[in-house]
């Protein structure tokens, strides 16, 4: 075909509303070079089948970002690209049975009047005013989202393409993608048509992406972790009663009705209604040899299987009974995938150089207007406006295999609208990666938590303790596990204890000219041989993008320790500033090493027994020695903010070494107990206090910068700039005045009416006897005594400004004894 592109700057595979979204926003951003493929004609996929609610409420704040733009996007769109669209702004109540399900609206309220959303709580009364044809007897209340509503998915996606292509980008349907192949710097797409070399590709196949990623396996791609999920609403004939209500009410719908609790959304449709459950019963597709996906499934849908909907159809016609009054017209049973966790995958492709993924959408419609900036973003900066940890693809390292995906969207599904409680720990898709001394933790008590995998205990439950699920579903403090958190916290401050800390990502970073690269690329100094420090690294802005223990050996002779979720993330970040020349090497050694944190003023008694090591040297020094016989490497630095060390072995060595501590008498904590020493000493954490919405001087890590270092480095001339003109954001460390319950991350923080900033991580400091938030508000709002106030779960507390400095050991006298 002479008009068929042989180049391109990006090429985009999948022709749903999240594809041409991209396209659109490329397009409009200037990227005129760019080309759509389709295998069928656009939406043809999940989207032409989508119930297109549009929802701003998110529990996630990178995703309420997300849809918050793009529902701002819809309201526009139509006028934008002179394209019509049949889109419902009919507002939306979400009811709560229960004083928790209140609690997270509450939260997720205050998020949303942050970003410029009003959504109300409400009582039982109010929400009948809202929704007349609801029974209420048994709510606790509720909330209303007036910007809350539906498109038609076909309608959107056909407008955004009118956009692009009126922008000069190029959309190319019954255009199947058949492979890619890398030639150089370049991709090439094959295709039926011919080859278009481009320089970028994206994945967005919707439930085709696993498929497509198989393609870049050669080039170091995995298995995209997801699953295929059957998704049924029905529509019901037309009801005289609502017919009558909504010509009476000049032809506007109903509001949309979720019942979360009982998991399923209700709105009108015509004059019908539309019911839509997420039912525990569910049921995924293309799993088993016998029922493979086929090569097209394009407009097709699964044979109707209304048996599992039984319950969720009962309840409902209990809530609204107008319901049960029209029979059903149709039913909708169509593919849509599911990533382990619920939320899509947006970003650079593990693995795979100069690749995107946009896929897994479970909520594509609502999404996939900030789905697209997102990733156009990503593709023409290398980096994004919000920080999108949430949704990116290297979240999940190599513990997603076949089983846990499966595993774990069966679980997602079957509590879609689920609350995400802060001690609470999803049983599915568990025991991927073991340490060796699991079964002893076991045995201990440890009650276990997943981190990137990797099972390690959160604390340790005693004879009597209730360790069911159902004892975590709560947002409050003092579950079965706090007095025991307590004992472990004493412990590490009065004696000696021991934590089994498997899977912290680690990368070796030697040869030539490594030292003076590490030097362009950190923000701060390098330590000195034989010594450690903390590393900060920015983006072309300043943010900050993660922080790394960088550990030396030698001249050009490293160890980089990050967090044990970052693993992928931080060696495709590191890697990325490698020249093509090098002569050094970076190499991921995350499963060669475990470690075991030491912790106590009586930590260098314990170990005395156990080691040859000098344990006389100062604090963030380290050295090889023998280990209960076996070679290890001692790290003095102590997380929890005590005098101790951290021992690393080669991962065979790590039950010998565990042993061997436990019987000279150390006692074994969790993470939790760790979380709670470490916000004491205002130690940050990776995505929460660490996150590309700040600045390293907003973060509070000025003392880890050096702005007037020879080398130059990501974000240097930025921070330069912001020093001299003064920070706008401050990062402070607050008490709080509250009994119950600690704030999590993303609480508002309030002075004298204004919101002035938000918290990112809040715990319990069981040494200093206070509830603990650290955050970032704004520069007039951060100094010492300063009084302020935290929106937590719908109530304001006191809190106050502390000094710049940890709250526990503000000298570090105990950590350098």
């Known amino acids: 075909m002479s008009d068929f592109p042989t180049t391109a700057r990006v090429v985009i595979i999948g022709g749903g509303v999240v594809g041409v979204s991209t396209l659109y926003h490329l397009a409009k951003a200037g990227w005129k070079d760019c080309v759509l493929l389709e295998k069928n004609e656009l939406t043809a996929g999940s989207t032409w089948h989508a119930a297109g609610n549009t929802p701003n409420f998110a529990a996630n704040w990178a995703v309420m970002n997300m849809q918050r733009y793009s529902l701002a996007m819809y309201r526009d769109l139509a006028d934008m690209v002179d394209y019509p669209i049949n889109y419902h702004v009919t507002g939306a109540v979400r009811l709560a049975h229960t004083k928790e399900r209140m609690q997270e609206f509450e939260h997720v309220a205050s998020m949303a009047r942050y970003q410029g959303l009003e959504m109300d709580m409400c009582s039982p009364e109010e929400l009948q005013k809202h929704f007349p044809f609801m029974e209420t007897h048994d709510l606790a209340g509720g909330l209303w989202d007036p910007l809350d509503g539906d498109i038609d998915p076909a309608q959107l996606t056909q407008a955004l393409a009118k956009g692009a292509r009126d922008a000069g980008g190029s959309i190319h349907r019954f255009t199947p993608a058949t492979n890619v192949t890398r030639d150089g710097d370049e991709w090439v797409v094959h295709t039926d048509k011919g080859d278009i070399r481009c320089e970028f590709v994206v994945n967005a196949g919707g439930y085709y992406a696993q498929r497509v990623g198989e393609w870049f396996k050669p080039y170091g791609g995995r298995t995209v972790p997801m699953i295929t999920m059957s998704h049924q609403y029905f529509l ?3 009801i005289p009663e609502l017919k009558e209500w909504t010509v009476g009410n000049g032809g506007g719908h109903i509001p949309m009705l979720r019942d979360v609790d009982s998991s399923y959304y209700l709105r009108q449709d015509n004059y019908g209604l539309n019911l839509g459950p997420y039912e525990r019963n569910c049921k995924a597709h293309w799993v088993t040899p016998e029922d493979k996906m086929p090569d097209d499934f394009s407009f097709q849908l699964y044979p109707d299987d209304l048996d599992r909907l039984e319950w969720y159809i009962m309840d409902a016609c209990e809530r609204v009974p107008l319901l049960g009054t029209g029979g059903v017209s149709r039913n909708i049973n169509g593919p849509i995938p599911y990533a382990p966790d619920g939320l899509p995958m947006v970003g650079p492709m593990p693995g795979v150089k100069n690749a995107f993924e946009a896929h897994s959408f479970t909520f594509g419609i609502t999404q996939g207007g900030g789905a697209g900036k997102v990733l156009s973003e990503w593709i023409m900066h290398g980096e994004t406006e919000w920080d999108m940890w949430a949704i990116d693809p290297r979240r999940y390292t190599d513990h997603a295999d076949e089983d846990f995906c499966y595993q774990k969207a069966m679980e997602t599904y079957g509590n879609e609208y689920a609350m995400h409680f802060p001690h609470h720990e999803w049983p599915a898709g568990r025991d991927k990666k073991l340490s060796q001394n699991h079964d002893r933790l076991l045995a201990d008590g440890g009650q276990m938590g997943a981190y990137n995998g990797w099972e390690r205990a959160n604390w340790f439950a005693k004879d009597g ?3 069911s699920e159902a004892a975590t579903e709560t947002w409050e403090r003092n579950g079965p596990w706090a007095v025991r958190v307590k ?7 009065d004696n000696v204890a021991v934590l089994d800390m498997p899977g912290f990502s680690r990368y070796t970073l030697k040869g030539e000219g490594a030292a003076e690269w590490l030097r362009t690329q950190v923000a701060g100094a390098l330590p000195k041989a034989g010594r450690m420090t ?10 900050i993008v993660t922080e790394v223990t960088i550990i030396r050996f030698g001249e050009d002779d490293f160890m980089l320790m990050t967090a044990a979720v970052a693993q992928w993330h931080d060696l495709e970040f590191l890697q990325a500033a490698v020249p093509a020349n090098a002569s050094f090497e970076l190499v991921d050694t995350t499963t060669e090493y475990s470690t075991h ?6 930590s260098r008694e314990l170990l005395a027994g156990l080691t040859d090591a000098d344990l006389s040297t100062g604090w963030l020094t380290h050295q090889d020695a023998t280990f209960a016989g076996k070679p290890a490497k001692l790290m003095r630095i102590c997380f929890g903010g005590e005098l101790g060390w951290e021992v690393h072995t080669k991962t065979e060595d790590a039950a010998n070494a565990y042993e061997a501590i436990r019987e000279a008498g150390a006692t074994p904590f969790g993470m939790f107990a760790l979380d709670s020493m470490r916000i004491e000493k205002g130690y940050r954490s990776w995505k929460g206090d660490l ?8 973060g509070g890590l000025e003392r880890f910068t050096r702005l007037n270092k020879e080398q130059d480095f990501p974000g240097k001339a930025v921070l330069q700039a912001e020093k001299q003109a003064g920070s706008k954001k401050a990062f402070v460390t607050l008490i709080v005045d509250t009994p119950e319950i600690d704030a999590p991350y993303m609480s508002i923080v309030w002075k004298d009416g204004e919101r002035v900033g938000e918290t990112t991580s809040g715990n ?4 200093v006897n206070a509830s603990i938030a650290l955050g970032v508000v704004r520069a007039d709002a951060a100094a010492p005594g300063t009084e302020l106030e935290l929106e937590i779960y719908g109530n304001r507390f006191k809190a106050v400004v502390q000094e710049d400095q940890p ?7 105990r950590i350098m004894a």
């Open 691 to 698: 996150s590309t919405d700040y600045t390293l001087l907003e």
């Open 236 to 238: 019901t004939e037309e």
């Open 487 to 493: 004992e472990e916290v004493e412990a590490c401050r």
């Open 764 to 767: 319990y400091g069981y040494r």
């Open 465 to 467: 303790d209730d360790t």
């Open 807 to 813: 709250l526990w050991d503000p000298s570090n006298e």
């Open 597 to 602: 944190l030491v912790c106590g003023p009586k």
């Open 534 to 543: 903390l590393g900060y690294f920015a983006d072309t802005r300043g943010r």
